[in-house]
């Protein structure tokens, strides 16, 4: 589970999600894989009571105490080093609760948040994300794996999983339903159409291509697209690059992010930070260092002047 482990660094897991998303299954069928098996202890801090229990005798088998909080109160710095000492684990692993603000969970010196994981109901989904998004928000942006359980009739997985990148671009994703993992997502029709000659990508249209041309860059390498956005210049870039790209709100208004990728173009000098044009360019995929690895990278055929777009994206 994760990389190697520093002796005196105690690593915790941390499994996320709001009630009843399916954290305990999650977790008791993780610590029956052949993986999950350890030398040493593993303590287990529950912190909302489910419905589901954990099987005595799978928590026996794998040297597993569970230790069950009631409020943020009991899981100071202070009380959890007290665990540490009581049960001296190899592994802490914290089933969140999913009402708790995460940012208010504060650990000993030397415990790590080696792994993030986040359960979702999606059968509940909506009323998430319309109740409860900056909670959702919060779990999902530190997330490594966000799992996405339930999904059993519902038709609309592409747009969900556009709404859960944009809260965090680099999480894996995984769907299933009653018979596990959902292979391939069905195409659902794109609001472009992707044989133009040149793939015209409307305003309202944007975020859906962004969180696409991420998400499966093969399918964009070497196609033209054109889109409206706004000039982002840095003295990092290199010379002839900037970054045509739009706002949008990942959480609430307060939590707004540029969203755009790379562009090489003769233009870039005459370019001025804030300023709206529209791009026509060919899609490639590159290695850049900003991304941390290969992404999508323009190369701009034209880059006109145009009219501001007052709309933040959707990804809707």
């Known amino acids: 589970m994760g990389p190697m482990i520093e002796d005196d660094i105690t690593p915790v897991f941390l499994i996320n999600g709001f009630l009843e998303a399916g954290k305990t299954e999650f977790l008791s069928f993780t610590m029956e894989q052949d993986y999950f098996q350890t030398e040493g202890k593993t303590l287990l801090i529950v912190c909302e009571e489910g419905d589901t229990e954990y099987d005595e005798e799978l928590l026996k088998e794998t040297r597993t105490s569970v230790v069950y909080v009631d409020s943020l109160e009991e899981i100071s710095p202070d009380r959890l080093t007290e665990l540490e000492l009581l ?19 504060k650990l000993p010196v030397d415990w790590t948040i080696y792994q993030q994981i986040t359960i979702v109901d999606m059968s509940t989904f909506d009323l998430y994300v319309k109740n409860m998004k900056s909670l959702l928000s919060a779990m999902v942006r530190n997330s490594e794996l966000v799992i996405c359980n339930r999904c059993d009739g519902i038709e609309d997985l592409e747009r969900y999983k556009r709404m859960l990148m944009s809260m965090n671009t680099k999480c894996e994703i995984v769907f299933e339903d009653e018979n596990g993992e959902i292979d391939e997502i069905s195409e659902e029709d794109l609001p472009y159409d992707l044989n133009a000659p040149v793939v ?26 054109e889109f409206t956005a706004m000039v982002l210049k840095s003295p990092e870039f290199p010379k002839n690059y900037f970054v045509p790209g739009r706002m949008a709100m990942t959480c609430c208004a307060d939590d707004m992010t540029f969203l755009g990728y790379i562009c090489k173009s003769r233009d870039a000098r005459h370019l001025e930070t804030r300023q709206w ?9 590159e290695f850049w260092k900003d991304y941390d690895g290969e992404g999508p990278v323009l190369y701009a055929e034209e880059v006109v002047p145009a009219e501001p777009i007052e709309e933040v994206v959707q990804f809707g």
């Open 87 to 105: 049960y001296n684990p190899e592994r802490v692993l914290i089933e969140w609760n999913g009402m708790w603000n995460q940012e208010d969970l």
């Open 200 to 225: 015209k990508i409307s305003p309202e249209a944007y975020g859906i291509w962004y969180i696409d041309c991420m998400d499966k860059p093969e399918r964009y390498v070497g196609k033209v697209v």
């Open 277 to 285: 044009v529209t791009v026509r360019a060919r899609v490639e995929v």
